[in-house]
């Protein structure tokens, strides 16, 4: 069965900075999506990011961008030039292409921005 | 533009009792999602229906049952409440391909 992994609970960054989330995943396929969400405290799920298994290519969107290593199983979330609206929890989550349509997520990183 | 509607926004129920989850969404999406999420937890799936007249297991489905009445409409059912089950609980659809879930605003129930 497939996992996800996210090692870092919480972390925190300084307004303008740079920072990495980190997510690993578990499977033994060869084809899926990588998706990044983010949930502010108002609870609402918010896509950030995705990327698909077969593009070697990173997945960037404004000041967001992933570095995505197939051979390593890691699909890790920068976040550049980081705003107080980035305070959120982000969730790291795994589909797969070959089989049904079940999507899994890790148990989060808590983000805080220091001003 | 209602997207995904769950209700009731805020649930509390006593040990034993039954309730059903209401999800439905109006983007004519094939894929409908029930998820658990509980902190340090993450999100946790609990039933998924990958079209209309299919259910499948998720992650924890111990203690739930699901109905995809029609393509729209996806309901969670708690036979016999228990306080493990308090929680906040998530619907989300997609369309297909690599479209991205689209999740409702969640209803936090609390068994006492």
């Known amino acids: 069965a497939q996992t996800v992994t996210q090692s870092q609970p919480e972390m925190s960054v300084q307004e303008a900075e740079t920072v990495t989330l980190s997510c690993t995943y578990d499977?033994?396929?060869?084809?899926?999506?990588l998706f990044w969400y983010k949930q502010p405290p108002s609870r609402q799920m918010i896509l950030v990011i995705r990327?698909?298994?077969?593009?070697?290519q990173n997945a960037t969107e404004n000041r967001f961008s992933v570095n995505f290593q197939k051979a390593a199983k890691s699909f890790s979330l920068k976040i550049s030039d980081s705003q107080l609206g980035d305070a959120a929890m982000y969730f790291c989550?795994?589909?797969?292409?070959?089989?049904?349509?079940?999507?899994?997520f890790g148990k989060g990183t808590r983000l805080h921005i220091l001003p | 533009n209602a997207g995904v509607t769950q209700t009731p926004k805020f649930q509390v129920l006593k040990t034993g009792q039954s309730m059903t989850l209401q999800c439905a969404q109006d983007?004519?999406?094939?894929?409908m999602y029930w998820y658990r999420q509980d902190p340090g937890m993450g999100l946790r799936l609990i039933y998924y229906?990958?079209?209309?007249?299919?259910?499948d297991k998720g992650e924890v489905p111990n203690g739930y049952n699901v109905s995809r009445l029609n393509k729209r409409e996806f309901s969670l059912r708690l036979e016999s409440a228990a306080p493990s089950q308090t929680s906040v609980y998530f619907c989300?659809?997609?369309?297909?391909?690599?479209?991205?879930?689209?999740f409702g605003n969640g209803t936090r129930l609390t068994v006492t």
């Open positions: 989300a659809s997609r369309l297909d391909g690599n479209s991205p879930l689209h």
């Open positions: 499977t033994s396929e060869s084809d899926y999506y």
């Open positions: 990327q698909e298994a077969y593009k070697q």
């Open positions: 989550a795994y589909r797969s292409l070959n089989r049904d349509d079940k999507i899994i």
């Open positions: 983007m004519n999406h094939n894929s």
């Open positions: 229906s990958a079209s209309e007249g299919t259910t």
